[in-house]
């Protein structure tokens, strides 16, 4: 079991930069590879990236490659997604999600995690 708790979301213009924060309690960090999701209304939810339990392996969705950084701190139990260079249409409810897996391997698809965040709003303005 793991408990997830974003942190970091608010209002920015075009062109800013926020860093979300997923503070993680429970069970060992380490032993979960990590995925940040965001969801705009009417739209489905989609991944914005994953990194693995270890750190080693990460993912970008083309839309955020270049511009935002997927980290984690395990002995802080702490996930970090740096956003740079913010966009309109980067505008959701950014959500942690958190499945058991102390490797190397990461998941892109929102089924393969079991744990979830209470969700962030990030509204970037034009």
């Known amino acids: 079991q793991v408990q997830l708790v974003e942190s970091g979301g608010g209002l920015v213009q075009a062109g800013g930069s926020l860093r979300l924060s997923c503070a993680a309690s429970?069970?060992?960090?380490?032993?979960?590879?990590m995925g940040w999701f965001r969801q705009a209304p009417g739209k489905e939810r989609e991944i914005v990236a994953a990194i693995s339990g270890n750190g080693a392996s990460s993912y970008y969705r083309d839309a955020v490659k270049g511009r935002f950084t997927f980290s984690r701190d395990n002995a802080k139990a702490t996930a970090y997604l740096q956003m740079n260079s913010l966009k309109p249409e980067d505008t959701a409810v950014y959500f942690c999600?958190?499945?058991?897996?102390?490797?190397?391997?990461?998941?892109?698809?929102?089924?393969?995690?079991?744990?979830w965040g209470q969700g962030t709003q990030v509204t970037v303005s034009s």
């Open positions: 429970g069970r060992t960090f380490s032993a979960y590879a």
């Open positions: 999600a958190a499945v058991r897996g102390s490797g190397g391997i990461y998941y892109v698809a929102a089924r393969s995690y079991d744990y």
